[in-house]
């Protein structure tokens, strides 16, 4: 079972960038997927989720109405769609998904700076 996420990278304050979490060995459509992220010498904690058939989301109060969440099963996909960065969204992201298993991946470093 492995996740690789990609997309991260530098990017200004209000921007934008689209962060993608690949699947495979696990039956993907079976599992809740979530990301989160870790800053600086901070915990690691939950940014968004998505359900496994993709009907039910939930987003930390801090990335509300600028973080999107969403999954393709047919490509064993999960993206986090990211507007209106901040400074503060700085961290290493972390794709994670829960099922029969429990998988993580490697993570993608997002820095927002001017």
């Known amino acids: 079972a492995q996740l690789v996420e990609s997309g991260g990278g530098l990017v200004q304050p209000g921007g934008s960038l689209r962060l993608s979490c690949a699947a495979s060995?696990?039956?993907?459509?079976?599992?809740?997927m979530s990301w989160y992220r870790q800053a600086p010498g901070k915990e690691r904690v939950l940014v968004a989720g998505?359900?496994?058939?993709?009907?039910?989301?939930n987003y930390a109060d801090s990335v509300k109405g600028r973080f999107t969440i969403s999954r393709d099963n047919a490509k064993n996909m999960v993206y986090l769609q990211m507007n209106n960065l901040k400074p503060e969204d700085t961290a290493v992201y972390y794709c994670?998904?829960?099922?029969?298993?429990?998988?993580w991946g490697q993570g993608t470093l997002v820095t927002v700076s001017s």
């Open positions: 060995g696990f039956t993907f459509k079976s599992y809740a």
């Open positions: 994670r998904g829960i099922g029969y298993l429990e998988v």
């Open positions: 998505i359900s496994s058939v993709g009907g039910s989301t």
